[in-house]
């Protein structure tokens, strides 16, 4: 009886530790697109604010091209 616990505690451990394995993979992979995902996104503003004539300044504080000094 010992001996076939210790087995099914070891099976237990094994697919518990592949388990974790598989969702450290999986949000790694989320992370890697998500951020793929925010760097496309900047890149996107940022032509648009260009294209609306649209630069920014020190900070969050935006003015329009054409009235600048």
Do not use: H, Y
């Amino acid at each position: 009886v010992q001996t076939l616990l210790q087995q099914m505690q070891d099976k237990f451990q094994t697919m518990s530790d592949q388990i974790i394995g598989r969702i450290i993979i999986l949000n790694s992979t989320e992370l890697d697109d998500m951020s793929c995902r925010i760097d496309d996104l900047e890149k996107n503003i940022a032509d648009l604010m260009t294209q609306a004539g649209v630069e920014e300044l020190e900070g969050e504080n935006k003015t329009p091209a054409a009235n600048k000094s």
